[in-house]
């Protein structure tokens, strides 16, 4: 098993992805961990540590967080991100994880490792967080800003397969975010999404709303990219917001912090829920290859989380997954 990592991709590049890599090659002694990027920065940061299996591949360029994806992939072909990707495309690393340029990873993917067979459109696929921590894997959310209604079934396709073959989850539930639970709701879009959901070979149990996704009302969220991306930033920000309050709130007396102390342990668990340390990564479904998105501002234990993710990924022989039941064979 091989993975290839964009040492320098990310917001706390390449200090922590290199950290993270190092804990994973410990961790997992099994797994060959390819860390592409500026190798004379990379060997300082290791300082000699460096296990049998965590393997330096020197690349020249950077895509940074404001490089125009498509431009970036095309020009910069000596990139961290490019030759991570190109790895997988030539075989020598069964995945790729980068915290970099969500849009030039999207590029990277499709100009690089090559769209699946039968897909139009692949599809950043994370997990959102519930409430009884197993969790609701949705897609898109923000590979693509707008989509037609087959884009929406092969998400649930695929969505389907993955948390039947990735978290062995019996006959998932499907559900299609929408502004109410009706099945006419919606706009013209969701309306056609529903009809083809509705007949197509996954447990499709209907509209969802975004305000119950935390308690799990389904296993497969599916949406375009745009309201997609934006219930997570909600999301996201009202759990920030929510644990600033809390903090702020327990400190303001001597009967707060006692008050504290005793919901420590339970407060520690809400913030473990939200935290996306705890998922690593986001799998690009729809490509040839196994490309795991890292949150931008992914430190080493999100990007150790993600090697665990990627493994398990190619383990459940994802891809293959996938490719036979969007063909057919």
Not at 9 to 25: F, N, R, T
Not at 31 to 39: A, K, S
Not at 247 to 272: D, H, N, Q, V, W
């Amino acid at each position: 098993m091989r993975i290839a990592i964009d040492a320098m991709g990310g917001d706390h590049a390449p200090g922590q992805i290199v950290l993270g890599a190092l804990e994973a090659a410990k961790e997992w002694p099994d797994t060959e961990l390819v860390l592409v990027g500026d190798t004379a920065v990379i060997e300082k940061l290791l300082q000699e540590q460096k296990p049998a299996n965590l393997i330096l591949l020197h690349a020249d360029e950077v895509i940074g967080a404001d490089d125009e994806p498509v431009k970036a992939v095309r020009r910069k072909k000596g990139s961290s991100m490019v030759v991570a990707g190109q790895l997988v495309k030539d075989g020598q690393a069964d995945a790729m994880l980068s915290a970099g340029n969500t849009g030039a990873l999207m590029t990277t993917g499709l100009l690089v490792v090559g769209r699946m067979d039968g897909i139009e459109r692949p599809a950043l696929a994370p997990m959102l967080p519930t409430m009884d921590d197993i969790g609701v894997l949705a897609l898109d959310l923000g590979a693509n800003m707008d989509a037609k209604p087959e884009h929406l079934l092969q998400y649930a396709i695929m969505g389907s397969i993955y948390r039947s073959k990735v978290h062995g989850l019996k006959n998932p539930r499907v559900g299609l975010l929408n502004v109410g639970t009706e099945e006419k709701k919606g706009n013209e879009l969701t309306k056609a999404a529903y009809d083809l959901l509705a007949s197509a070979p996954i447990h499709f149990i209907g509209n969802v709303e975004s305000r119950d996704i935390l308690q799990r009302s389904c296993d497969v969220l599916i949406c375009d990219g745009f309201a997609g991306n934006i219930m997570l930033k909600s999301m996201e920000g009202t759990a920030g917001a929510l644990l600033n309050y809390l903090k702020e709130a327990f400190g303001e007396s001597m009967m707060t912090k006692l008050a504290a102390a005793i919901m420590l342990p339970r407060l520690k668990k809400l913030k473990k829920k939200m935290d996306y340390k705890e998922h690593g990564s986001a799998p690009l479904l729809g490509l040839n290859g196994l490309v795991m998105k890292c949150h931008g501002s992914s430190d080493s234990v999100a990007v150790k989380n993600a090697v665990r993710q990627a493994r398990t990924a190619i383990g459940a022989r994802l891809t293959d997954a996938i490719t036979a039941e969007i063909s057919g064979k």
